[in-house]
């Protein structure tokens, strides 16, 4: 029973920050990349950020600079920190793992971050 569930979404103000928490169960953690998906209301899922195994990261465009993922193999957690948020930020987050040579992997069941004044 893999289980991936993810915490830390809510409102924020334009400019604020968010941290994502993504904390997995039922696999060997160490061994899976692990993402960051988003999807806003009419439009498709997109990568946010993805960290390798070995610590490697990759963001899309639309937010590196501002966001930064990292994990933490001894608590199962991937993380995702936000900051000077913006309204086209908003969308459903999902956290994603991945073994080896998969394609999809496992998904959490997603949280919900939206920026307004």
């Known amino acids: 029973q893999v289980q991936l569930r993810e915490s830390g979404g809510g409102l924020v103000q334009p400019g604020g920050s968010l941290r994502l928490s993504c904390a997995a169960s039922?696999?060997?953690?160490?061994?899976?990349?692990m993402g960051w998906y988003r999807q806003a209301p009419g439009k498709q899922r997109e990568l946010v950020a993805q960290?390798?195994?070995?610590?490697?990261?990759n963001y899309a465009d639309s937010v590196k600079g501002r966001f930064t993922i990292s994990r933490d193999n001894a608590k199962n957690t991937v993380y995702l920190q936000m900051n000077s948020l913006k309204p086209e930020d908003t969308a459903v987050y999902y956290c994603n793992a991945r073994f080896g040579t998969q394609i999809s992997g496992y998904w959490g069941q997603g949280t919900q971050v939206t920026v307004s004044s």
């Open positions: 039922g696999i060997i953690f160490s061994t899976y990349a």
């Open positions: 960290i390798t195994r070995g610590g490697s990261t």
